[in-house]
């Protein structure tokens, strides 16, 4: 069974920073990409960033370049990508997902990816 869970999330101020986790099980992840996306109530799920397999190559929304910053592990006892999120504004409030797709990094729309977390909530504020 596929499993994401992500960590990390909470309540910064703006232009703080956070981290946010994505552990997953149930499959071998270097044979896929790993992506985070954004919701707001009321809004389609908004693309991050993506990574590729190995993570030699990152595609940003240009919302975040700049301040984003996506990593992974893809050691068997880890199987993690990270999301490290600097500058922070309220606009970035939102329920950060994890998620695992197949296809190219640029590729974006999430019917690109098969398996999702439960997402965790950031919230900036003033």
């Known amino acids: 069974q596929v499993q994401l869970v992500e960590s990390g999330g909470g309540l910064v101020q703006i232009g703080g920073s956070l981290r946010l986790s994505c552990a997953a099980s149930?499959?071998?992840?270097?044979?896929?990409?790993m992506g985070w996306f954004r919701q707001v109530p009321g809004n389609e799920r908004e693309f991050v960033v993506s990574i590729s397999r190995f993570g030699s190559i990152t595609y940003y929304a240009d919302s975040v370049k700049g301040r984003f910053t996506i990593s992974r592990d893809n050691a068997e006892a880890k199987n993690m990508v990270y999301l490290q999120m600097n500058s922070l504004t309220p606009e970035d409030t939102a329920v950060y997902y994890c998620a695992v797709g197949e296809g190219a990094v640029w590729k974006v729309g999430t019917e690109t990816y098969a398996y999702w977390g439960q997402g965790t909530q950031v919230t900036v504020s003033s």
């Open positions: 149930g499959l071998t992840v270097n044979n896929y990409k």
